[in-house]
C-alpha cells in the first residue's frame, strides 16, 4: 500500500499525496453531511480520519496525526449519541449551548491545550510545534464533542481550529489540505447558518433535545 503516500499531483509547485487528497475530499463530504444532519457525517468522518493519519504520519506530524486519532473516537462516540437522540425524537435536534455549558467547554478547552503543550515541550520527540498542535489536538476534540451534543457552537470550533490548522498545513507541505480547507471554510459558513435557523425553527412537543445525553 506505499502508493497511499505516492505523489498524486503538484499544486503550486508542491506535491500532493493521495493520502491527503483522498483524505481531505473525504473530510469535506463528512462536513456537508453534518451539515444536512445526515447520520453517515460520523462514519464518513471516520474513514477520512484513518486516511488522513497515513498520510500525516509519513510527515512526523505529532498534532494533526493526533487530531485524526481524536477524530476517530469522537466519530464512534458521536455516531452513539446521534443514534441516541433520532431514537427518541425521531430527528436530530439542534440548539446553542448554555452559557454556564459554553463556559466549561472553553475552559477546559483552554486548560487541557496548556497541559498538551507543556506535555510536548517536555517531549520534544512528541511534537515540532507543541503550541500549535496543542491547540489543534484539544480544539478538534473539543469541535467534535460540541457536534455530538448538537451544539450550534461546533461551526465556531471548527473555524478556531482552522485558523491554526491551514497555515501549518501549508507551511507542512501539505497543500492540497490547505486548499480543501478554504472550501471547508465556506461550507462551515453554510453549515453555521443551516444550525443556526435550525435553533429559530418550532419543533412538535415531545422533540428531545440531545442535552439530554451524557458525556
Not at 70 to 96: E, H
Amino acid at each position: 500500500m506505499n502508493w497511499l503516500n505516492d505523489t498524486a499531483f503538484a499544486v503550486l509547485g508542491q506535491p500532493v499525496k493521495w493520502t491527503d487528497m483522498v483524505g481531505n475530499l473525504l473530510g469535506l463530504a463528512a462536513l456537508a453531511l453534518g451539515w444536512r444532519r445526515s447520520m453517515w457525517t460520523w462514519p464518513v468522518q471516520l474513514l477520512s480520519a484513518v486516511v488522513l493519519v497515513a498520510a500525516y504520519l509519513s510527515g512526523h506530524l505529532a498534532g494533526l496525526v493526533g487530531k485524526q486519532g481524536i477524530v476517530v473516537a469522537a466519530a464512534v462516540w458521536g455516531w452513539y449519541q446521534w443514534q441516541r437522540g433520532r431514537r427518541s425524537s425521531g430527528d436530530i435536534a439542534v440548539r446553542f449551548a448554555t452559557g454556564r455549558e459554553r463556559a466549561l467547554l472553553v475552559g477546559a478547552t483552554a486548560l487541557a491545550t496548556v497541559g498538551l503543550a507543556e506535555l510536548f515541550l517536555a517531549v520534544p520527540e512528541l511534537s515540532w510545534s507543541p503550541w500549535a498542535d496543542a491547540y489543534i489536538f484539544v480544539g478538534t476534540l473539543a469541535a467534535m464533542y460540541a457536534q455530538a451534543r448538537g451544539w450550534v457552537e461546533f461551526w465556531f470550533a471548527w473555524i478556531a481550529v482552522d485558523i491554526v490548522g491551514v497555515p501549518l498545513a501549508f507551511t507542512s507541505g501539505y497543500t492540497f489540505s490547505g486548499l480543501t480547507y478554504v472550501i471547508y471554510f465556506v461550507l462551515v459558513l453554510l453549515g453555521l447558518r443551516a444550525w443556526w435557523l435550525r435553533t429559530r425553527t418550532p419543533r412538535a412537543v415531545g422533540t428531545a433535545v440531545l442535552q439530554g445525553a451524557t458525556a
